[in-house]
């Protein structure tokens, strides 16, 4: 009996007397030794009562220290009994509505007390001794305590641990349990406490997860040297059990193997939401520690147990990723390579998968992660600075590491065999990382665009549909050259199978940001230039257009939603309204679309044809001034496929045209005047600012005006309210200017009449332009209706010369109009060619006749070429005429003469046609169509004799026939 009490030992080194002052001589500690045994008071031979029995235990163990295995294994009933107590009585109350009183075994108090006194005084005097034995003692208690009464009503789930730490913290003997373990741990931290953490982790093992409540107090009591510890004696039992990479590819293999490695991956992950910081350090601590020369035997598989810990925990995963690859520098990278060098193949092998793995498995700096592989994998350059070049066993290493990441991620991606879709956190992290991954697919660096390309289509399509559009709108607005761009054609090619909608939703996703206003200019007019580019790509590589090709679909996706890019086509910067015209020139113009919106198309390219025009005209750099002359045949493309559509896109193109070439805005650019600007009658300008008495002016200026009397002499001094009218300014552009522009205007105008088959003016023009006869009448209807808008085209037969007098106002007004504006001649002539589209501009050839009648019958000079204005405006009237077939050949030619006439005799001739034009009313019907020729043409024969039209111009002919007998022969019948 006595053997089974005493157990020797260096612990029996405390006198009782320094326990105690109550000390017992022999023949009573035989007695409380023998009632110790027995259990039965060896005075009256009654049962010890637990308490009486407890502190039979406590005296002997006060006494004889060396007894202590026994007393401490009485000591486990003793808190048993108390905390099976507490539970029941916990259980009552719960039960009665939780109106009992104070919980606890209050008979048993005090001897957990004196337990408790007894024990700390222990590891007070002689803590190497007694603390590792009173640490295990404990700790173990706990869990077996924890453990029994885990399924107890009262006691909480072990997921609710902080109301399982309350609950068994609100308990004497579980809270005594704790502080004894507490003060161990705290006696033995300076010197050596693995031994105490041994115990946590043992324990750990055995009762977890109801034992978790202890290691979250112990951990927050001592956060550092916890961790410090668990790390330590964790990967002590690691090297002790000789673990391999394939066990840590099977976390459950491992747990088998190293009992312990489920405790640690356990207290960690129960520390790391206070003390994440604390952990990181001291995981990236035995990182480093391991790789220095001075490093102990079992240090040498630190990495490893690291990995095995990422395996198992995520958390921890993520707790010390960031940091870990910032600390990867290069020799970084070749010590750890002389690590693994020793290893086997095989081992190398798995290990590498094994980071695949926990690659996969990443959700914190997944993008870090790969740009680290991605920059050390790729091949070393020739200027690499001499130390920061890595080994080439780590360049294929990690190379390697990148062609598995990708087939993995494939099979889990594709989900090949499995109808559950896989989680993929790395996956899940990057997208975030989108633009990021097409910027550096777009750098187009060797292996690096490849690698970053082919996980581009794994995240589209493990994250479809939001990260393909995403990546595919990234790329159309980043690619910088058609090489680039063709990575975002593959990647198109990559997702078609499975993505059906593609396109159409990058296309509205690029457009629902240029409504954002979301991208800068560059790259808006990169995203319209790379979008114009795929639309023709097809037709660049010259192949057979293929219904699922990513230029066709493109083509079709934005030609249905022109009317949303057509207001860039008015956009501030040039570049941006540029490359939109560029993109609208060259889309497919759909069948089927809402007249608004197809009017609000041709609005916006007739304005940005007149920007483009402004823009050139501002421009001095040749460079500037060529991307004008772009952006002016891209209008002039657009324009011209617009008004091929139908009929009234045809008219609504050439009316738009024609009245934002008379704009106020835009006259200038032709060479015309703004009355506004050139005689100083601003909008701006108010009738109450207005200073000058009109008053004064007639006063001053009435005997100096010389009123004839004719109807034909009218003068216009000024405007009533505004005053004399300053003097005239001349234009702000220079005449070559002009020329261009108006030559450009021309051909956009041209085009559109003749369906887009006009020379363009690089090349050599036809004789004959075959205008559309109904293209000119268009012309012909707008022209009058902004020349003389009073008026309609229904006034065709000419009345007699005399009618003039009753139209003085009207055609003054008409010869203002051209005065002011050259570009109606060349509109004129335009509609001339278009037979018989003139007739329709029967009321202005009569007003603008009747003004240079008046004009050449009131002038005194001796040649008409001392009024240069009216005689260009006469020869230009008459050609028109005569090519547009309203006079005979004869008559038509009379403009070759007039700069060798007097007026008077100018004013004879025309006064012939305008007696012609009365007899011979320019009507439609009179024209018949040859289908040979394509062309309207006027039979005159059916006209009558014209030889009394042509005596007035025989006798001139005669009368100067020392100047003008050369060419006499153009005028014969």
């Not at 408790?116 to 005084?121: I, K, Q």
């Not at 993008?367 to 790729?378: H, K, P, S």
């Amino acid at each position: 009996m006595m053997s089974a009490v005493f157990d020797g030992g260096s612990v029996a080194t405390v006198q009782p007397q320094q326990l105690s002052s109550n000390s017992i001589g022999p023949q009573e500690l035989a007695q409380e030794i023998k009632a110790f045994i027995t259990g039965v008071d060896p005075l009256h031979g009654n049962k010890l009562t637990v308490k009486d029995h407890a502190k039979c235990a406590i005296l002997l163990l006060r006494s004889v220290p060396a007894c202590r295995g026994a007393v401490l294994e009485h000591l486990r009933s003793v808190f048993d009994e108390y905390v099976g107590g507490y539970v029941v009585e916990l259980d009552c109350e719960q039960a009665n509505g939780g109106g009992g009183g104070s919980i606890g075994i209050p008979a048993l108090d005090d001897v957990i007390q004196e337990i408790h006194n007894v024990l700390s005084e222990f590891v007070r005097i002689n803590p190497k001794a007694w603390a590792p034995l009173l640490s295990a003692w404990s700790i173990d208690l706990m869990g077996q305590l924890s453990s029994k009464y885990a399924g107890r009503h009262g006691v909480p789930h072990a997921a609710s641990l902080n109301e399982l730490l309350q609950l068994w913290m609100s308990c004497m003997a579980t809270r005594t349990l704790m502080e004894i373990y507490i003060q161990c741990l705290s006696s033995m931290i300076s010197t050596c406490p693995d031994a105490c953490v041994d115990a946590l982790l043992n324990t750990s093992v055995q009762h977890s997860p109801h034992f978790d409540w202890v290691v979250a107090h112990i951990g927050s009591s001592f956060p550092n040297t916890i961790i410090s510890r668990v790390l330590s004696c964790g990967l002590k039992d690691f090297c002790a059990h000789g673990a391999t990479p394939v066990d840590m590819l099977f976390p459950t293999a491992a747990d088998k193997r190293i009992p312990k490695i489920a405790s640690v991956v356990g207290i960690l992950g129960h520390l790391a939401s206070r003390h994440a910081d604390s952990i990181k350090q001291e995981l990236l601590k035995m990182f480093h520690e391991s790789l220095g020369s001075s490093r102990e035997p079992h240090q040498k598989a630190t990495v490893p147990f690291l990995l095995q810990l990422a395996v198992m925990s995520p958390a921890l995963l993520g707790t010390i990723t960031v940091e870990l690859i910032d600390s990867l520098k290069p020799p970084v990278l070749n010590q750890l390579q002389q690590l693994f060098s020793t290893m086997s193949r095989e081992d190398l092998e798995n290990m590498v998968s094994l980071i695949v793995h926990l690659i996969c498995q990443t959700s914190v700096g997944a993008y870090r992660i790969l740009q680290f592989l991605v920059n050390t994998a790729m091949p070393a350059s020739v200027i690499t600075t001499p130390g920061l070049s890595v080994h080439d066993s780590v360049r294929e290493a990690c190379d390697r590491i990148i062609q598995l990441l990708l087939l993995n991620l494939q099979k889990l991606v594709y989900n090949l065999g499995d109808p559950s879709p896989a989680v993929i956190p790395f996956l899940d992290e990057l997208k975030g990382q989108v633009r990021e991954l097409c910027m550096e697919t777009l750098r187009l660096e060797r292996k690096r665009y490849l690698w970053q390309h082919q996980l581009l289509g794994l995240l589209s399509v493990y994250s479809s549909p939001s990260c393909a559009t995403d990546a595919l709108c990234y790329m159309l607005t980043l690619a910088k050259s058609q090489e680039e761009l063709s990575l975002a054609a593959q990647l198109h090619a990559v997702l078609s199978s499975s993505m059906t909608k593609l396109i159409p939703d990058t296309v509205k996703k690029c457009i629902a940001q240029i409504h954002a206003q979301s991208l800068s200019d560059q790259h808006l007019v990169q995203l319209l230039s790379n979008l114009a580019m795929l639309v023709q790509w097809d037709k660049q590589e010259q192949i057979k257009e293929d219904p699922a090709s990513v230029s066709v679909q493109v083509s079709r996706v934005v030609s249905c939603h022109l009317h949303e890019f057509s207001p860039l086509l008015l956009y501030d910067n040039p570049l941006v309204s540029e490359a939109a015209a560029s993109l609208l020139s060259v889309a497919c113009l759909p069948k089927a679309i809402c007249p608004a919106h197809l009017l609000n198309i041709i609005r916006a390219a007739v304005g940005h044809f007149f920007l483009s025009l402004h823009g050139k005209m501002k421009e001095n750099d040749n460079l500037e001034s060529s991307r004008s002359i772009r952006a002016i045949g891209y209008s002039i493309t657009l324009l011209s496929r617009l008004s091929s559509m139908s009929s009234l896109t045809l008219k609504a193109v050439l009316q738009q045209l024609v009245e934002g070439a008379l704009h106020r805005r835009n006259v200038e650019m032709f060479g015309g005047k703004d009355d506004n600007l050139t005689y100083g009658y601003g909008d701006e300008t108010s009738l109450e600012d207005m200073k000058t008495s009109l008053l004064d002016i007639n006063c001053t200026f009435g005997t100096a005006v010389n009123f004839s009397g004719s109807v034909w002499s009218v003068f216009h001094a000024g405007v009533i309210g505004r005053g004399l009218k300053p003097a005239q300014v001349s234009s702000n552009y220079e005449q070559s200017v002009v020329l261009y522009n108006i030559n450009y205007f021309m051909n956009v105008v041209t085009q559109c009449c003749t369906g887009g088959k006009y020379a363009s003016l690089e090349e050599s023009q036809p004789s004959i332009v075959p205008i559309n006869p109904e293209a000119a009448k268009m012309v012909a209807v707008v022209l009058v209706e902004n020349v003389c808008p009073d008026m309609s085209n229904s006034e065709l037969p000419w009345p007699p010369e005399e009618h003039t007098k009753t139209t003085v106002e009207r055609d003054i007004l008409i010869r203002k109009h051209f005065e002011d504006n050259p570009l109606l001649f060349q509109l004129l002539s335009l509609v001339a060619t278009g037979r018989p589209a003139l007739c329709y501009c029967s009321v202005v050839l009569r007003g603008l006749l009747a003004t240079l009648l008046a004009h050449w019958e009131s002038s005194r000079e001796t040649l008409a070429s001392s009024s240069p204005w009216q005689l260009q405006a006469s020869c230009a009237l008459i050609a028109c005429m005569g090519e547009g077939q309203l006079l005979p050949p004869v008559l038509s030619n009379i403009h070759e003469i007039f700069h060798y006439l007097t007026p008077f005799e100018v004013h004879l001739l025309l006064l012939s046609v305008w007696e012609y034009m009365k007899d011979n009313s320019p009507l439609p019907q009179k024209f018949t169509f040859s289908a040979e020729k394509g062309l309207f043409y006027r039979d005159f024969s059916r006209d009558g004799d014209i030889s009394k039209y042509l005596s007035v111009l025989y006798s001139i002919l005669h009368r100067n026939i020392d100047r003008l007998g050369h060419l006499c022969g153009r005028f014969q019948l």
